[in-house]
C-alpha cells in the first residue's frame, strides 16, 4: 500500500545544531507539504513543492530550507535550530484534484533544548 | 488575517447525541471544504469535503453543511461515539493552487 513516512519520530537536538527531518511517500504524488502543529495555531505551512526540483516558501519559512531531488522525498533541515522551533512537524502530500486532499505522515515530535 | 477559523477550541458531547463543529472563512475564492480529523500522535486524516456549488455533503454519520452567504460550514456527527473524540480541523482550497488553508482546530470529547 502506498504510504507517507517521517524519520525521526522523536528528536531532542540542541540550539544552534543542524537538524534534518525526512520525509517519504509512495504514492508518487507531484506535491508535498511542510507543516508545523503548535497548540493554537493549527497547521502552518512551512515550506511545500509541486514537482522535482522545485520549492516554494510557506507562512513560517524563516529558518527552514528544503531540496526536492526526486518525486519521493522532501527533506526539511533546520539550519540553525532555536527553542522557538520546538514542535511536530508534519509532512503531507497530494496530487491535483480531489479537492486537493493531502496525505499525512505520522509526525516528527522536535525538541530543541 | 486567518482565512480559516474555527472559534471553538473545545466541544464536549454525550455519547449519541450529535456533535456540530463550525467553521468560517473570510475568502469568498474557495472551491472546496475539508474536514479531516486528528488523534493524538498521529497526522490528520482526511473525513469528509465539500464543493462550493453544494450545500451538503453526507457520508455515513458524518454531514458537512455548506452556507456560502453566510461563509460558514458546519460538521454534523450523528450519533456521536466514544471513537470520535479526536481534533477536527477545517480547510479551505481553490482551483488556483494545491494548498490547504487551515482552522485551528477543535478538540471534540465525546463523554460515556
Known amino acids: 500500500d502506498a504510504e507517507i513516512t517521517q524519520s525521526p519520530r522523536h528528536k531532542i537536538t540542541e540550539t544552534g545544531r543542524q537538524v534534518t527531518l525526512a520525509c517519504h511517500q509512495t504514492?508518487?504524488?507531484?506535491?508535498m507539504f511542510w507543516y508545523r502543529q503548535d497548540l493554537g495555531h493549527g497547521l502552518r505551512l512551512i515550506h511545500y513543492?509541486?514537482?522535482?526540483?522545485?520549492?516554494n516558501k510557506g507562512e513560517v519559512s524563516d529558518g527552514y530550507s528544503v531540496s526536492r531531488s526526486n518525486t519521493e522525498d522532501l527533506p526539511l533541515t533546520l539550519e540553525s535550530a532555536a527553542s522557538s522551533q520546538t514542535s511536530v512537524y508534519f509532512c503531507?502530500?497530494?496530487?491535483?484534484?480531489?479537492?486537493?486532499?493531502?496525505?499525512f505522515g505520522p509526525g516528527t515530535r522536535l525538541t530543541v533544548l | 488575517d486567518q482565512q480559516v477559523k474555527q472559534n471553538s477550541p473545545s466541544l464536549s458531547v454525550q455519547e449519541g447525541r450529535i456533535s456540530i463543529l463550525n467553521c468560517d472563512y473570510t475568502?469568498?475564492?474557495?472551491?472546496?471544504f475539508l474536514w479531516y480529523k486528528k488523534y493524538p500522535a498521529e497526522g490528520p486524516t482526511f473525513l469528509i469535503s465539500?464543493?462550493?456549488i453544494k450545500d451538503k455533503n453526507e457520508d455515513g454519520r458524518f454531514t458537512v453543511f455548506l452556507n456560502k452567504s453566510a461563509k460558514h460550514l458546519s460538521l454534523h456527527i450523528v450519533p456521536s461515539q466514544p471513537g470520535d473524540s479526536a481534533v477536527y480541523f477545517c480547510?479551505?482550497?481553490?482551483?488556483?493552487?494545491?494548498?490547504?488553508?487551515w482552522g485551528a482546530g477543535t478538540k471534540l470529547i465525546i463523554k460515556p
Open positions: 503531507a502530500s497530494s496530487n491535483s484534484g480531489r479537492y486537493n486532499e493531502q496525505f
Open positions: 504514492w508518487n504524488h507531484n506535491n
Open positions: 513543492s509541486y514537482g522535482v526540483q522545485d520549492t
Open positions: 475568502n469568498s475564492m474557495f472551491d472546496y
Open positions: 465539500i464543493s462550493s
Open positions: 480547510a479551505a482550497s481553490s482551483d488556483s493552487n494545491y494548498q490547504l488553508i
